[in-house]
């Protein structure tokens, strides 16, 4: 049984490996971020079960740190690959950590003494972190890293009180970026999706007023390990927030933009209400919507219970722009469809649920891949094998294909390590 390799270490890539290393093949996992994850884990909850998310990944992600037939690169990517469906020829790129991964604890202490402080991408800057963080509080691996572009001993030579504080002796400067190849008789590309950045629509007012969000940075903000410790506190005042509205389709559905459907902001924002109402059961939202998806099982009837039960509301409209009023409060401006008038609603926060767009990385992992991407940016796969992409023996699973919620991610990565087992029998 030949190797296989695994690009991307979000849900898709985490069951793709797991799924691979059960029926005793070798994975070697690359995720370029410190910690695999993924989006999953900036999630507070996952629908319709209302099922923590954290405790959903976290177990697959320890199985796949101690799986003795899986082989974890974090903080690495894959620059180059050749050959054919059965004999592939990969390299791998390790960025320096700046830390010794077998010899950090875990502990903390280097994190308590450093002095530079950055924004937290993994909290969407909400919250700052330190220039040697650990990537999330449930991170795997659980070694913290240095950011070379803010670490001051990096940049100027001085500081290093993390090497001083560091009792395992974990802390290492002298780390390079190193490359490492690899031959592997199948690949499963399971690299993810990015989110439309709606500044460039500023009807919405995003980046202008501060009470104006996305559905990511909502996540966070209603996580107990988030910026707020969940508690849902408006970021212009830190008040709370009592009345939520959801706009729909924000950069979606938009011939100017992304023509398609991203299927799952609907239930994303439902979910998000009732998420609101068990905060505080005083919370009003209002979904405003075009056309409502909520196809997957157990869909419907969750809708029906955040109406009846969560105090939910939904308006069938098309948001004109959003203001503010003196206090900071965004004001949303919209078409009532049911009654064909121009509407106004005053909210506490607003919160715009974007696109799910291709990652813009996309085209050069095409190109080194050697396989090709549809008209959206995404990998293009074969209707009628859908895992399967332009080039035999590379799968590809998740969001790197299209839109897809998490229960889809995962049988569609396990699809592609059924897939992927043919090419790896000698």
Request: with cysteine; glycine share 6%; aromatic share 6%.
């Given at each position: 049984m030949k190797d296989a390799l695994v690009i991307g270490g979000g849900i898709a890539g985490i069951q793709a490996a797991l799924d691979l290393a059960d029926m005793g093949v070798q994975v070697h996992l690359v995720e370029r971020l410190p910690s695999i994850g993924g989006r999953m884990a900036q999630l507070?909850?996952?629908?319709?079960?209302?099922?923590?998310?954290?405790?959903?990944?976290?177990?697959?992600?320890?199985?796949?740190?101690?799986?003795?037939?899986?082989?974890?690169?974090?903080?690495?990517?894959?620059?180059?690959?050749?050959?054919?469906?059965?004999?592939?020829?990969?390299?791998?790129?390790?960025?320096?950590?700046?830390?010794?991964?077998?010899?950090?604890?875990?502990?903390?202490?280097?994190?308590?003494?450093?002095?530079?402080?950055?924004?937290?991408?993994?909290?969407?800057?909400?919250?700052?972190r330190k220039s040697i963080y650990l990537y999330f509080p449930q991170a795997i691996p659980q070694v913290v890293t240095i950011d070379p572009d803010h670490c001051?001993?990096?940049?100027?030579?001085?500081?290093?009180?993390?090497?001083?504080?560091?009792?395992?002796?974990?802390?290492?400067?002298?780390?390079?970026?190193?490359?490492?190849?690899?031959?592997?008789?199948?690949?499963?590309?399971?690299?993810?999706?990015?989110?439309?950045?709606?500044?460039?629509?500023?009807?919405?007012?995003?980046?202008?007023?501060?009470?104006?969000?996305?559905?990511?940075?909502?996540?966070?903000?209603?996580?107990?390990?988030?910026?707020?410790?969940?508690h849902l506190l408006r970021p212009s005042d830190g008040q709370p927030a009592r009345r939520i509205g959801f706009i729909q389709c924000v950069g979606s559905r938009d011939v100017r933009h992304q023509v398609f459907c991203s299927s799952v902001c609907c239930?994303?924002?439902?979910?998000?209400?009732?998420?609101?109402?068990?905060?505080?059961?005083?919370v009003e939202s209002t979904v405003f919507y075009t056309d409502f998806r909520a196809s997957g099982k157990g869909f419907r009837e969750y809708?029906?219970?955040?109406?009846?039960?969560?105090?939910?509301?939904?308006?069938?409209?098309?948001?004109?722009?959003?203001t503010e009023d003196?206090?900071?409060?965004?004001?949303?401006?919209?078409?009532?469809?049911?009654?064909?008038?121009?509407?106004?609603?005053?909210?506490?926060?607003?919160?715009?649920?974007?696109?799910?767009?291709?990652?813009?990385?996309?085209?050069?992992?095409?190109?080194?891949?050697?396989i090709e991407l549809d008209a959206y940016g995404f990998i293009r796969t074969d209707p009628f094998a859908p895992v399967d992409t332009t080039q035999e023996g590379i799968l590809a699973a998740g969001c790197c294909r299209g839109p897809f919620d998490i229960p889809e991610s995962v049988v569609q990565a396990s699809a592609a390590a059924a897939r992927a087992a043919g090419w790896l029998v000698g």
């Open positions: 507070d909850k996952t629908y319709p079960t209302n099922d923590c998310s954290t405790c959903i990944l976290s177990p697959k992600m320890t199985d796949c740190a101690r799986h003795p037939n899986i082989t974890l690169h974090t903080y690495a990517e894959v620059i180059a690959l050749e050959g054919e469906a059965g004999d592939f020829r990969a390299t791998i790129l390790h960025h320096p950590r700046y830390v010794d991964e077998t010899k950090c604890t875990g502990c903390g202490e280097c994190i308590a003494r450093c002095p530079q402080k950055v924004p937290d991408a993994f909290n969407m800057g909400l919250q700052n001051i001993y990096l940049q100027k030579g001085k500081c290093g009180l993390c090497a001083q504080v560091c009792q395992a002796g974990a802390i290492d400067f002298t780390q390079a970026a190193h490359e490492i190849d690899l031959e592997a008789g199948a690949v499963v590309v399971a690299t993810g999706f990015d989110f439309f950045h709606p500044g460039e629509l500023t009807h919405f007012g995003y980046e202008q007023y501060p009470n104006v969000i996305t559905a990511l940075e909502y996540e966070r903000l209603v996580c107990a390990s988030g910026p707020t410790e969940g239930m994303h924002s439902s979910k998000q209400a009732v998420l609101a109402a068990e905060h505080d059961p005083g809708v029906a219970r955040a109406e009846s039960e969560y105090n939910v509301r939904y308006v069938r409209s098309r948001v004109a722009r959003i003196e206090q900071h409060n965004p004001v949303i401006q919209y078409e009532d469809v049911a009654t064909s008038r121009p509407a106004q609603m005053t909210v506490d926060l607003a919160v715009l649920a974007t696109s799910l767009v291709a990652r813009a990385e996309n085209a050069a992992l095409a190109q080194m891949l050697g």
